[in-house]
């Protein structure tokens, strides 16, 4: 198994363009989330989603969309990057029928605004 | 809201010694606790998650305990080598979705 996947791995954009970030998991999860990562803020909460179809806005959701209509696949597009969205995000994803939730973390994406 | 603190923010130990991480929480309701690995420009590692019903767990030379009263977790790396050094994340659940987590441990450990 790849596990959780995340393409681009780098990506600079300029302020106003939109971009996606790609996010794939082989493992069947129905679960699956972005978090942001930013000096001395920790990981927060960006969207999350519980299967196909249902996504819901976690801590941080401003400037950001998502969608699910795969199991596998759950992207995160910004509609108008602009430099506060310079961070490095991360894709998670796990199973719900489980009693062990451990959460598997994509290797991140870094993007820079100009 | 809930609340993750660790201390230290940064340790630095010699090759060899045993060692303890810490995790306080302001919410003690929780569904699972989850300690990550992080290595500079890389994603995280799942590490060892603890139930809520669970005092501990082990994997190999790590061990992470759980008081949910007291709203603590500590990671204890027993013979801590140099490739234990990495930022440490602890990170809770309340739902058995979110995560919220801590700001992390950067542990260096020196040969």
């Known amino acids: 198994n790849a596990g959780v996947t995340q393409t681009p791995k780098f990506q600079v954009l300029k302020t106003g363009q939109s971009m996606t970030l790609q996010c794939a998991q082989d493992m069947n999860h129905e679960y699956m989330s972005w978090y942001r990562q930013d000096p001395g803020m920790g990981l927060r909460l960006i969207h999350y989603s519980v299967g196909a179809g249902i996504t819901d806005q976690g801590e941080v959701p401003n400037g950001y969309n998502v969608s699910r209509s795969t199991t596998e696949d759950f992207p995160l597009r910004l509609l108008s990057a602009a430099p506060s969205q310079t961070s490095v995000y991360f894709c998670a994803s796990k199973a719900l029928a489980t009693t062990y939730n451990e959460q598997f973390f994509g290797p991140g994406t870094r993007l820079t605004v100009l | 809201k809930q609340e993750v603190t660790q201390i230290p923010a940064a340790l630095s130990v010699p090759e060899g010694e045993n060692l303890v991480l810490n995790c306080s929480f302001t919410d003690s309701a929780i569904y699972n606790l989850q300690w990550f690995r992080q290595d500079p420009g890389k994603g995280l590692t799942s590490l060892l998650l603890?139930?809520?019903?669970?005092r501990e767990q082990t994997s190999g030379r790590l061990n992470a305990s759980l008081d949910k009263s007291s709203g603590r977790s500590t990671l204890y790396i027993a013979a801590s080598q140099p490739g234990d050094s990495a930022t440490y994340l602890c990170?809770?659940?309340?739902?058995?979705?979110?995560?919220?987590f801590g700001k992390g441990t950067s542990l260096l450990v020196t040969p």
């Open positions: 603890i139930q809520s019903s669970q």
């Open positions: 990170a809770v659940s309340n739902s058995g979705y979110a995560l919220n």
